[in-house]
């Protein structure tokens, strides 16, 4: 929610400043996000009033204007807009002016004629991104005067924050009922009279769809001025509240929206067929927005039709034939309750989310529905002109929201706050929050107002209390519940200990969204369909992660493109996984890692990084964990570097070198390694136990065996630690060759033997003998033989 301080300050005024009342805001729940100036800084620029104008002498685009700006003699200045005309009261800087950007006005000749300074746009000024023509100043503008100082623009844009049950704080007249509160203050609002009726044209209304509108109230306004222009006051507060100025009708239901809460909508009269219904839609209708898009309708959507056709997406958008244009003379307003629920996703499900569906979602007061149409009838005419009919009001109040009392106790207010409030400043509090008390033995019962969807149970009145008593009145106390410390489990996988040895090994943690794009889920996990989102972000985020690879990558493509060669990064996070029609979530560790091994230096050529040093990495996390790594195939890997790690017969995860064909269609930049570890299995880790150290000395033999080329290390180290006797306490690969004396299908393996013995010192006939039994089993079980 966005809108002018100044505006504010008309409904309350405490006597603070911008930055107290931002704080005062958050501290009550409603957190400002931001306070910016209302317009950028510039000076110099003064009313004018155009006297003359022109064709110039030398350029067929260019007018010579005559301008009074309360100085000795009017100036003459050469302006460019087509829309500079005779007896305009415009904004003009004067010779020494400077506007934004720090552009300096200064006297100039355009085309041989001199130019005394410069009549000025609005974008020119800061007030809009872009203008066609120069700013129009109202005709009782008084000439000479500051044109800051007139606009009022030392004005600031207060940004507030909103949670999703603060619904009732999404206008002017919401957060200016909140700061009354907080600082005691009378609510002075602007006066909103019924609009006498000058004919009696009623529109019917019919509620087909009663419990998803349970009130709909409209008024028909004929006769309107199409040429009517949208006063430059309230241009500037839709401005300042981030809404573009558009023509009179629609500015007037946008800015009833912001200072009231209430959303509305206006229909082009003439393109109405007899009657207003509020019903479902039906199958097969379709229905082309005011945005241009068109869309097929589905049976659980709110519409608001005439006897024919389908008008509006009811509460999100209106259609484009029955919106109001530049010839429209007739108009009917609508100001509607809709249900939150019959609202809440269907916007975001057609790809339309509204201002207006922003705050049907969260609940509009079922109460404000005429007292809006009377504010914008009143607004309408005034700027417009046109003969208002009576107000029509179809409402089936069994569907309206109840507002059942709450109960609250006074001593659950101290238990919950920690601090003793009299029953006065409880009952000053609620009061002023538009709630209605009754007194009981042991507290009261309260109504809450209609605007407050999010006051259901006794927490929440004291909620409430806490707010506008303030939270930092609530003096600190040490809770008297007892605390038990319980050491976790030492055989538990430490996770922040995980976290630290990769952050050491130059990895950097990542969060990224759990929603991801179907197609790169697709490219990643083919073989686990996706759990799809029933009211998705975009349809870039329509689907539940089954591997946080995704967003990693997602991360080290952003990388990449900003000229990051290097990428080393992990997460710990959920994947979803639906099994037997139930939702499974599965904590994960993963990485991704691109570049070069170590970070350019002096002391270490360059080289890329590879599965093996990957692999130490997982290596080193799982160090305790007792697991291993097994050749295996994954369908987002490359099929020569691929393996799954593997705890007992159990795979708790994999790692391997992205295939080139995904690294292509993410357009990324490789090689690139991926690891992912499923952590719920890695409960009950090896603990590690003390030996005592031997005091004889070790000896070690050294083997080079030639195996087939395909043979995994694995196989042959557990092959050697069946055969080796309990002296044998250590087996190193060391080497391993091909090439040269060895045939092509075959690889040369150097192991390391290290053998000690605890009780004695080893001979070499039981060193020869461990050997030899370990040489005799690598031949029968593996078929290697002794490199010559």
Same mark, same amino acid.
């Given at each position: 929610?966005?809108?002018?301080?100044?505006?504010?300050?008309?409904?309350?005024?405490?006597?603070?400043?911008?930055?107290?009342?931002?704080?005062?805001?958050?501290? /009550?729940?409603?957190?400002?996000?931001?306070?910016?100036?209302?317009?950028?800084?510039?000076?110099?620029?003064?009313?004018?009033?155009?006297?003359?104008?022109?064709?110039?002498?030398?350029?067929?685009?260019?007018?010579?204007?005559?301008?009074?700006?309360?100085? @000795?003699?009017?100036?003459?200045?050469?302006?460019?807009?087509?829309?500079?005309?005779?007896?305009?009261?415009?904004?003009?800087?004067?010779?020494?002016?400077?506007?934004?950007?720090?552009?300096?006005?200064?006297?100039?000749?355009?085309?041989?004629?001199?130019?005394?300074?410069?009549?000025?746009?609005?974008?020119?000024?800061?007030?809009?991104?872009?203008?066609?023509?120069?700013?129009?100043?109202?005709?009782? #503008?008084?000439?000479?005067?500051?044109?800051?100082?007139?606009?009022?623009?030392?004005?600031?844009?207060?940004?507030?924050?909103?949670?999703?049950?603060?619904?009732?704080?999404?206008?002017?007249?919401?957060?200016?009922?909140?700061?009354?509160?907080?600082?005691?203050?009378?609510?002075?609002?602007?006066?909103?009279?019924?609009?006498?009726?000058?004919?009696?044209?009623?529109?019917?209304?019919?509620?087909?769809?009663?419990?998803?509108?349970?009130?709909? @109230?409209?008024?028909?306004?004929?006769?309107?001025?199409?040429?009517?222009?949208?006063?430059?006051?309230?241009?500037?507060?839709?401005?300042?509240?981030?809404?573009?100025?558009?023509?009179?009708? @629609?500015?007037?239901?946008?800015?009833?929206?912001?200072?009231?809460?209430?959303?509305?909508?206006?229909?082009?009269?003439?393109?109405?067929?007899?009657?207003?219904?509020?019903?479902?839609?039906?199958?097969?209708?379709? +229905?082309?927005?005011?945005?241009?898009?068109?869309?097929?309708?589905?049976?659980?959507?709110?519409?608001?039709?005439?006897?024919?056709?389908?008008?509006?997406?009811?509460?999100?958008?209106?259609?484009?034939?029955?919106?109001?244009?530049?010839?429209?003379?007739?108009?009917?307003?609508?100001?509607?309750?809709?249900?939150?629920?019959?609202?809440?996703?269907?916007?975001?499900?057609?790809?339309?989310?509204?201002?207006?569906?922003?705050?049907?979602?969260?609940?509009?007061?079922?109460?404000?529905?005429?007292?809006?149409?009377?504010?914008?009838?009143?607004?309408?005419?005034?700027?417009?002109?046109?003969?208002?009919?009576?107000?029509?009001?179809?409402?089936?109040?069994?569907?309206?929201?109840?507002?059942?009392?709450?109960?609250?106790?006074? =001593?659950?207010?101290?238990?919950?706050?920690?601090?003793?409030?009299?029953?006065?400043?409880?009952?000053?509090?609620?009061?002023?929050?538009?709630?209605?008390?009754?007194?009981?033995?042991?507290?009261?019962?309260?109504?809450?107002?209609?605007?407050?969807?999010?006051? #259901?149970?006794?927490?929440?009145?004291?909620?409430?209390?806490?707010?506008?008593?303030?939270?930092?009145?609530?003096?600190?106390?040490?809770?008297?519940?007892?605390?038990?410390?319980?050491?976790?489990? =030492?055989?538990?996988?430490?996770?922040?200990?995980?976290?630290?040895?990769?952050?050491?090994?130059?990895?950097?943690? /990542?969060?990224?969204?759990?929603?991801?794009?179907?197609?790169?889920?697709?490219?990643?996990?083919?073989?686990?369909?996706?759990?799809?989102? #029933?009211?998705?972000?975009?349809?870039?985020?329509?689907?539940?992660?089954?591997?946080?690879?995704?967003?990693?990558?997602?991360?080290?493509?952003?990388?990449?493109?900003?000229?990051?060669?290097?990428?080393?990064?992990?997460?710990?996070?959920?994947?979803?996984?639906?099994?037997?029609?139930?939702?499974?979530?599965?904590?994960?560790?993963?990485?991704?890692?691109?570049?070069?091994?170590?970070?350019?230096?002096?002391?270490?050529?360059?080289?890329?990084?590879?599965?093996?040093?990957?692999?130490?990495?997982?290596?080193?996390?799982?160090?305790?964990?007792?697991?291993?790594?097994?050749?295996?195939?994954?369908?987002?890997?490359?099929?020569?570097?691929?393996?799954?790690?593997?705890?007992?017969?159990?795979?708790?995860?994999?790692?391997?070198?992205?295939?080139?064909?995904?690294?292509?269609?993410?357009?990324?930049?490789?090689?690139?390694?991926?690891?992912?570890?499923?952590?719920?299995?890695?409960?009950?880790?090896?603990?590690?136990?003390?030996?005592?150290?031997?005091?004889?000395?070790?000896?070690?033999?050294?083997?080079?065996?030639?195996?087939?080329?395909?043979?995994?290390?694995?196989?042959?180290?557990?092959?050697?630690?069946?055969?080796?006797?309990?002296?044998?306490?250590?087996?190193?690969?060391?080497?391993?060759?091909?090439?040269?004396?060895?045939?092509?299908?075959?690889?040369? +393996?150097?192991?390391?033997?290290?053998?000690?013995?605890?009780?004695?010192?080893?001979?070499?006939?039981?060193?020869?003998?461990?050997?030899?039994?370990?040489?005799?089993?690598?031949?029968?079980?593996?078929?290697?033989?002794?490199?010559?």
């Amino acid at each position: 929610m966005r809108f002018s301080e100044a505006w504010l300050r008309e409904w309350v005024s405490p006597a603070i400043d911008s930055a107290t009342l931002a704080d005062q805001l958050t501290m /009550a729940g409603l957190e400002v996000g931001s306070v910016e100036p209302a317009a950028p800084s510039f000076n110099g620029v003064v009313v004018g009033e155009v006297r003359s104008v022109t064709p110039h002498p030398d350029a067929d685009k260019l007018r010579v204007c005559v301008v009074e700006v309360g100085q @000795v003699e009017p100036l003459q200045i050469v302006c460019g807009a087509a829309n500079v005309a005779a007896a305009m009261r415009v904004p003009v800087a004067l010779v020494g002016a400077e506007l934004p950007g720090g552009f300096q006005i200064k006297r100039a000749k355009l085309r041989g004629v001199e130019s005394l300074g410069m009549i000025c746009s609005a974008s020119e000024l800061g007030l809009a991104e872009s203008s066609s023509g120069i700013l129009a100043l109202p005709g009782d #503008a008084p000439i000479g005067r500051d044109v800051r100082a007139y606009l009022a623009l030392d004005d600031r844009c207060i940004e507030v924050d909103l949670t999703p049950d603060r619904g009732d704080c999404l206008s002017v007249a919401g957060i200016a009922r909140e700061v009354s509160v907080i600082n005691g203050l009378p609510l002075t609002p602007p006066a909103i009279d019924a609009v006498a009726a000058g004919s009696d044209d009623r529109f019917p209304v019919a509620l087909d769809a009663p419990a998803a509108c349970p009130r709909y @109230v409209c008024r028909s306004v004929r006769g309107i001025d199409p040429a009517a222009e949208t006063p430059l006051w309230m241009k500037e507060r839709l401005r300042r509240s981030g809404i573009r100025a558009i023509s009179p009708v @629609v500015d007037v239901t946008n800015y009833v929206m912001l200072e009231l809460g209430q959303p509305m909508h206006a229909f082009d009269l003439s393109e109405l067929d007899r009657e207003i219904r509020v019903r479902m839609a039906r199958p097969g209708e379709t +229905l082309t927005l005011l945005s241009g898009e068109a869309l097929e309708l589905r049976d659980d959507t709110l519409v608001i039709a005439d006897a024919s056709k389908p008008l509006a997406l009811a509460g999100i958008m209106g259609g484009e034939h029955s919106g109001v244009s530049a010839r429209t003379r007739d108009i009917l307003f609508e100001s509607a309750f809709f249900a939150p629920q019959a609202i809440l996703g269907r916007a975001r499900s057609y790809g339309q989310q509204t201002d207006a569906s922003h705050r049907f979602e969260r609940g509009v007061d079922p109460e404000l529905q005429v007292r809006a149409v009377e504010r914008a009838t009143a607004l309408l005419v005034t700027i417009s002109g046109g003969v208002p009919g009576p107000v029509v009001e179809a409402v089936a109040r069994e569907h309206l929201p109840a507002r059942p009392p709450v109960h609250l106790r006074r =001593e659950r207010i101290g238990r919950i706050l920690g601090v003793s409030i009299d029953d006065a400043r409880v009952e000053d509090c609620l009061v002023r929050l538009g709630m209605t008390l009754s007194r009981a033995a042991d507290g009261w019962d309260v109504v809450p107002p209609s605007s407050r969807f999010d006051i #259901a149970v006794e927490v929440d009145l004291i909620e409430e209390v806490g707010r506008i008593y303030g939270f930092s009145a609530i003096p600190a106390a040490r809770s008297l519940t007892r605390v038990d410390m319980h050491a976790p489990p =030492e055989a538990a996988f430490d996770l922040e200990r995980a976290k630290q040895v990769l952050v050491d090994r130059d990895y950097q943690e /990542a969060i990224t969204y759990s929603f991801v794009h179907p197609s790169i889920q697709q490219l990643l996990d083919p073989g686990q369909a996706p759990i799809a989102l #029933a009211n998705p972000i975009s349809t870039e985020m329509s689907v539940m992660r089954t591997t946080t690879w995704a967003g990693l990558l997602g991360a080290l493509a952003y990388n990449q493109a900003r000229q990051q060669d290097r990428v080393r990064l992990f997460e710990y996070g959920l994947r979803f996984i639906e099994e037997d029609d139930e939702i499974k979530q599965e904590m994960t560790l993963s990485g991704a890692v691109c570049g070069t091994a170590a970070a350019e230096q002096w002391g270490l050529s360059a080289r890329p990084v590879d599965f093996f040093d990957v692999k130490g990495d997982v290596e080193a996390v799982l160090a305790s964990a007792g697991i291993e790594l097994r050749a295996a195939e994954h369908p987002a890997l490359h099929p020569g570097q691929c393996a799954d790690i593997v705890r007992g017969e159990r795979v708790v995860g994999r790692l391997g070198l992205l295939h080139p064909d995904v690294e292509r269609r993410l357009d990324l930049t490789g090689p690139i390694y991926l690891f992912e570890i499923h952590l719920d299995a890695l409960a009950g880790s090896q603990l590690p136990a003390f030996a005592p150290l031997s005091k004889f000395p070790s000896i070690r033999r050294d083997l080079a065996i030639v195996v087939d080329r395909g043979l995994p290390f694995a196989q042959v180290r557990d092959c050697v630690r069946r055969a080796a006797p309990a002296i044998v306490k250590e087996i190193r690969l060391f080497d391993v060759y091909t090439g040269e004396r060895i045939d092509s299908g075959l690889k040369s +393996l150097a192991l390391g033997l290290i053998l000690q013995d605890s009780s004695d010192t080893l001979t070499d006939q039981r060193v020869d003998a461990a050997v030899s039994g370990i040489v005799q089993a690598l031949a029968s079980e593996l078929n290697a033989r002794l490199r010559d």
